[in-house]
């Protein structure tokens, strides 16, 4: 299909922590606190309901903004995207196609080298967050919306550019991972 790479969503999310920086190993931030608990001890990761809501409330509207009839929707296989409301809900608005774990169509396992989110937004966007070692909240979000804001369409095209020579490189291979990505065991 032609042009089919220009009519993917992907999703993903990043923890963002006051004293983080980037850790190139998943992407994994350490803390001196629990970064799971803020400061009413309520929890703040993206779970299930979380992720539903986000895409009741901010995803769908937009959708209907669009004319969507051509459009795709990939995501990893975190738990809170593959629980089975979360699954229902996207088959209900992308019916079959979703590209997902559990969904219509199969997201390979462990698949960061087909998901740009994973191997260069996240590290690119900390890389800029963190520059300037933010202080508050305020600091932190304001440069998070920034950095995505300065992204440039030429940058976004390089990467997937990037991304389709990745996906002809694993078809050939028979799903083979990138030779320059190393994973430890």
Same mark, same amino acid.
């Given at each position: 299909m032609? %042009?089919?790479?220009? !009519?993917?969503?992907? @999703?993903d999310e990043a923890p963002f922590w006051l004293n983080g920086y980037v850790n190139k190993q998943n992407c994994r931030i350490w803390s001196e606190a629990n970064p799971q608990v803020n400061d009413e001890g309520h929890n703040v990761t993206v779970n299930g309901d979380r992720y539903r809501a986000m895409i009741t409330n901010f995803f769908i509207?937009? *959708? /209907? /903004?669009? %004319?969507?009839q051509e459009l795709w929707f990939q995501q990893d296989g975190a738990t809170c995207h593959t629980a089975r409301a979360t699954i229902h809900l996207l088959k209900d608005t992308l019916g079959d196609r979703l590209i997902s774990r559990l969904g219509p169509v199969n997201l390979p396992p462990r698949s960061c080298d087909l998901t740009p989110l994973d191997y260069f937004l996240w =590290?690119?966007?900390?890389?800029?967050?963190?520059a300037d070692k933010p202080q508050t909240l305020d600091h932190l979000e304001d440069n998070i919306r920034r950095v995505?804001? %300065?992204? #440039?369409?030429? $940058?976004?095209?390089?990467?997937?550019?990037?991304?389709? @020579? !990745? *996906?002809?490189?694993? #078809?050939?291979?028979? =799903? @083979?991972? $990138?030779?320059?990505i190393i994973f430890k065991m």
């Open positions: 032609v %042009d089919f790479h220009k !009519r993917i969503l992907f @999703s509207p937009e *959708l /209907n /903004n669009h %004319d969507v =590290g690119y966007v900390k890389s800029l967050v963190y995505i804001a %300065d992204i #440039r369409p030429q $940058m976004l095209e390089k990467v997937i550019e990037n991304w389709t @020579s !990745r *996906l002809e490189y694993i #078809r050939a291979s028979r =799903g @083979s991972p $990138m030779p320059e």
